[in-house]
């Protein structure tokens, strides 16, 4: 865990061997490995690329294996920009399994780059249909993506679909179900659908008797009489 002490101690090593004898001392792409993992770790990004394709130079058979690793290492220490990156270089390889995806997809949208996620959680999706968080996922990226003046409710269909899965075990998607019925409800009310905004107030509260937003929308709806009515 001396990141730090490591990289330094591999520096020293790449100096002795560069001054030695090269006829008895060697380097093996294990020591540009160790080099660009302790790099990664203090987000030394560049040092860290330079060291990891050195090691692809050695042993280019790894390519696959190094990409995919490298990426999830820069999602774990927040360097994006390098996670999106690599998974994609992966992906010109080999397609990306259901994790990859997920992590590039929460890359992109952490860049905000929500064009880019929206188009991997709907690959996620597509492949794994029933996947709950892929659902919510999609419907928050929607929901971040529309911000006419005018709303256009993007997400609606993506929320609809979680619910529709996620509603099934409510306690374990708590969470998610109690942002997705805030989000229906607010629909259903700027569409002048007070009942059914009501119901999607309930279900909140039933789930988090003191959630603040529920209990605000509850004073304003309970106001408002339905449309047609």
Request: glycine residues 6%; contains cysteine.
């Amino acid at each position: 865990g001396e990141f730090n002490n490591s990289l330094q101690s591999s520096y020293r090593l790449f100096g002795a061997v560069e001054k030695g004898d090269t006829a008895t001392m060697r380097l093996y792409p294990s020591d540009y490995e160790y080099a660009g993992k302790a790099a990664i770790k203090l987000k030394l990004k560049d040092t860290a690329d330079a060291f990891f394709e050195q090691v692809i130079a050695l042993q280019p058979e790894r390519l696959q294996e190094i990409a995919g690793q490298l990426a999830k290492s820069y999602y774990d220490v927040k360097l994006y920009e390098n996670a999106v990156a690599w998974y994609l270089r992966k992906n010109e390889i080999a397609s990306l399994t259901i994790n990859e995806l997920l992590y590039l997809g929460l890359s992109q949208k952490l860049l905000r780059d929500y064009r880019g996620a929206d188009t991997t959680f709907g690959v996620i999706l597509a492949k794994s249909p029933a996947y709950e968080y892929g659902w919510l996922q999609r419907a928050d990226i929607n929901h971040k993506m529309d911000t006419a003046e005018v709303k256009a409710f993007l997400a609606k269909p993506y929320y609809d679909k979680y619910i529709e899965l996620a509603s099934a075990a409510p306690e374990k998607n708590k969470v998610g179900l109690i942002e997705a019925y805030l989000y229906m409800l607010v629909f259903s009310a700027q569409a002048g659908e007070y009942d059914t905004a009501r119901s999607y107030c309930d279900l909140v509260l039933n789930l988090d008797a003191n959630e603040g937003r529920a209990l605000e929308y509850a004073k304003i709806l309970n106001g408002t009489k339905s449309k047609g009515r």
